[in-house]
């Protein structure tokens, strides 16, 4: 599974996309509304350490996540 954080413009906020490791879209969240999408894919219980990687990431740079 790989993550990416994409930089909003103007009014549009950032967000993340987690894709699969055939890169397809698995979910797409607000940074500041990650829970809904995470607990919708089965990762509710990870998204403390999902939303760290997040916080550290710089945009547009995609990193494979090892769980």
């Not at 906020?13 to 894709?19: C, G, T």
């Not at 829970?35 to 919708?40: E, H, P, Q, T, V």
């Not at 550290?56 to 995609?62: A, K, R, T, V």
């Amino acid at each position: 599974m790989y993550i990416i954080k994409v930089r909003g413009v103007a009014k549009i906020p950032d967000y993340v996309q987690l894709r699969d490791d055939a890169f397809t879209l698995l979910a797409y969240f607000r940074v500041d509304r990650p829970d809904k999408s995470l607990d919708k894919i089965g990762l509710g219980e990870k998204a403390e350490y999902i939303m760290q990687l997040v916080k550290e990431l710089p945009f547009g740079q995609i990193k494979k996540l090892e769980f």
